[in-house]
């Protein structure tokens, strides 16, 4: 490779990386933090306004408690329930929408000269639902739920396209390193513009802001930050792009879910390597659900305040990092599968610890955020990594689609269980156990998957520590 080469490479990279840095704080921000600690508290709001019309004489007996204030019902999409179970009900909404583009991103990604326009379309559509959701308050939270399956479409849809360009900067040999180092860079994002945006909400009385505009002006920036930083990407990913194909229009969604249909009647020939797909989604979708709800658990069941919930969610993100290094150097002493199923009774027990915390003990929390922030940083990247053994050769483009189509088809259900047996129950409590489940299933499949055989059946060498 000639230095001009060289350089060429590592700004491509670069630009990759940055894609990372630039969305994260939509994860981070919007929708761990802000979106948990607000949407629902809106919702409320507007019911207890509302009380007087409705007779909702529940509500209005438990309108004085501001931890009571989240059973009072509001309405949206024509179905009614409690205000605290909105964001759950939300995420899951917001995922099988996800669902429906993400195999239309793919299509139009593969049969597109410049897929820098495709990722910049998603990306600008998501900052710009983001920023808007500043928009949301009192009766308009209905706005903010739109603008946030909205957002949710320009994030999925754009992650499909950044994805896809890794093929087009790394070889086989060094996808792991850009990868990781591109999931790295992301977290240190997100964490930074969680930090900034902390200070301010921490300032806003001297600066003579509510809390509900504090909280909108993080919607704001988020949706900004997003835009900001995806220049840089758009500037120096791979200009040309050879497409597979030249259909347009209609032709390229039906292309999409045809493909996506191709791809699992094949799989079908790798039964081992779907076993494992199936086992990743399952406690995928416990780990993704613990994020995005740990902040309304802990505001709506623990009683903290906005502050503490903000710093917990902070520390996460940071201790993340930490955790993937950590998992990292275990898998190479223990192998990947070993190291997967260590940190599948770690969250048992994370999950555990959080059940017992105690309505305002910051310090117990802290110890369950920190146990979160260590698993939460490896589990993920080691199954991705197993997972691309498994993968026959030549197959790895269509494979991936499936596996990120199939991580969002079924991370909806993580949510709807939080959301269903809170609204059920009455308690956050026991809604967050309920999540254990997922990673105890999760471990039980995985260890019943054969994984050596699983990588051979695919025509791949196994490493020697599995």
């Given at each position: 490779m000639?230095?001009?080469?060289?350089?060429?490479?590592?700004?491509?990279?670069?630009g990759?990386?940055?894609?990372?840095?630039?969305?994260?704080?939509?994860y981070?921000s919007?929708?761990?933090?802000f979106?948990?600690?607000?949407?629902?508290?809106?919702?409320?709001?507007?019911?207890?306004?509302?009380i007087?019309?409705n007779?909702?004489?529940?509500?209005?007996?438990?309108?004085?408690?501001?931890?009571?204030?989240?059973?009072?019902?509001?309405?949206?999409?024509?179905?009614?329930?409690?205000?605290?179970?909105?964001?759950?009900?939300?995420?899951?909404?917001?995922?099988?929408?996800?669902?429906?583009v993400?195999?239309?991103?793919?299509?139009?990604?593969?049969?597109?000269?410049?897929?820098?326009?495709i990722?910049?379309?998603?990306?600008?559509?998501?900052?710009?639902?983001?920023?808007?959701?500043?928009?949301?308050?009192?009766s308009?939270?209905?706005?903010?739920?739109?603008?946030?399956?909205?957002?949710?479409?320009?994030?999925?849809?754009?992650?499909?396209?950044?994805?896809?360009?890794?093929?087009?900067?790394?070889t086989?040999?060094?996808?792991?390193?850009?990868?990781?180092?591109?999931?790295?860079?992301?977290?240190?994002?997100?964490?930074l513009?969680?930090?900034?945006?902390?200070?301010?909400?921490?300032?806003?009385?001297s600066?003579?802001?509510d809390?509900?505009?504090?909280?909108?002006?993080?919607?704001?920036t988020?949706?900004?930050?997003?835009?900001?930083?995806t220049?840089?990407?758009?500037?120096?990913?791979?200009?040309?792009?050879?497409?597979?194909?030249?259909e347009?229009?209609?032709?390229?969604?039906?292309?999409?879910?045809?493909?996506l249909?191709?791809?699992?009647?094949e799989?079908?020939?790798?039964?081992?390597?779907?076993?494992?797909l199936g086992?990743?989604?399952?406690?995928?979708?416990g780990?993704?659900?613990?994020?995005?709800?740990?902040?309304?658990?802990?505001k709506?069941e623990?009683?903290?305040s906005?502050?503490?919930?903000?710093?917990?969610?902070?520390?996460?993100?940071?201790?993340?990092?930490?955790?993937?290094?950590?998992?990292?150097?275990?898998?190479?002493?223990?192998?990947?599968?070993?190291?997967?199923?260590?940190?599948?009774?770690?969250?048992?027990?994370v999950?555990?610890?959080?059940?017992?915390v105690?309505?305002?003990?910051?310090?117990?929390?802290?110890?369950?955020?920190?146990?979160?922030?260590l698993?939460?940083?490896?589990?993920?990247?080691?199954?991705r990594?197993?997972?691309?053994?498994m993968?026959?050769?030549?197959k790895?483009?269509?494979?991936?689609?499936?596996?990120?189509?199939?991580?969002?088809?079924?991370?909806?259900?993580?949510?709807l269980v939080?959301?269903g047996?809170?609204?059920?129950?009455?308690?956050?409590r026991?809604?967050?156990?309920?999540?254990?489940?997922?990673?105890?299933?999760?471990?039980?499949?995985?260890a019943?998957?054969?994984?050596?055989?699983?990588?051979a059946?695919a025509?791949?060498?196994?490493?020697?520590?599995?």
């Amino acid at each position: 490779m000639t230095l001009a080469e060289t350089r060429d490479s590592k700004r491509e990279r670069w630009g990759w990386y940055f894609y990372d840095w630039a969305n994260s704080p939509f994860y981070s921000s919007v929708t761990t933090v802000f979106g948990a600690l607000y949407m629902s508290t809106v919702a409320a709001a507007d019911a207890k306004q509302n009380i007087t019309l409705n007779g909702d004489r529940a509500c209005l007996n438990a309108a004085g408690a501001d931890d009571k204030l989240n059973h009072c019902d509001v309405s949206l999409f024509g179905l009614h329930f409690p205000a605290g179970s909105l964001w759950g009900y939300l995420l899951s909404v917001a995922t099988v929408v996800q669902v429906l583009v993400l195999p239309i991103a793919g299509a139009v990604a593969d049969r597109s000269r410049n897929k820098r326009k495709i990722l910049g379309g998603f990306a600008v559509l998501g900052a710009v639902a983001s920023a808007l959701m500043f928009f949301m308050a009192g009766s308009d939270w209905q706005l903010g739920a739109a603008l946030f399956i909205v957002a949710n479409i320009g994030y999925g849809g754009s992650l499909v396209v950044y994805y896809s360009f890794l093929v087009d900067i790394a070889t086989p040999d060094e996808r792991d390193d850009v990868s990781a180092k591109g999931w790295a860079f992301g977290y240190l994002g997100g964490g930074l513009a969680l930090a900034l945006q902390l200070a301010f909400y921490l300032s806003r009385e001297s600066l003579g802001i509510d809390t509900g505009l504090a909280v909108r002006i993080c919607f704001l920036t988020s949706g900004i930050w997003w835009a900001v930083f995806t220049i840089p990407t758009l500037r120096r990913l791979p200009r040309v792009h050879v497409p597979t194909a030249t259909e347009r229009g209609v032709s390229v969604l039906r292309s999409g879910f045809r493909e996506l249909r191709q791809t699992l009647g094949e799989a079908k020939a790798y039964p081992l390597t779907l076993a494992f797909l199936g086992s990743y989604l399952l406690f995928a979708d416990g780990i993704n659900t613990v994020v995005t709800v740990s902040a309304q658990y802990g505001k709506d069941e623990l009683r903290f305040s906005d502050e503490v919930l903000i710093i917990t969610v902070l520390v996460i993100q940071f201790l993340a990092y930490a955790g993937g290094v950590l998992h990292g150097l275990l898998a190479r002493r223990l192998g990947a599968k070993r190291t997967i199923l260590v940190s599948l009774v770690l969250w048992v027990v994370v999950l555990g610890g959080a059940y017992f915390v105690q309505p305002k003990q910051p310090l117990q929390f802290f110890a369950v955020a920190i146990g979160i922030g260590l698993v939460l940083g490896g589990t993920n990247a080691l199954a991705r990594s197993l997972f691309s053994q498994m993968i026959p050769a030549g197959k790895d483009a269509q494979y991936y689609s499936l596996y990120v189509v199939g991580e969002k088809g079924t991370s909806w259900l993580g949510p709807l269980v939080f959301a269903g047996v809170g609204q059920a129950t009455g308690s956050f409590r026991l809604a967050i156990i309920a999540l254990v489940v997922f990673f105890v299933l999760g471990f039980v499949f995985v260890a019943l998957v054969p994984v050596r055989r699983a990588i051979a059946a695919a025509g791949n060498r196994p490493p020697e520590v599995l």
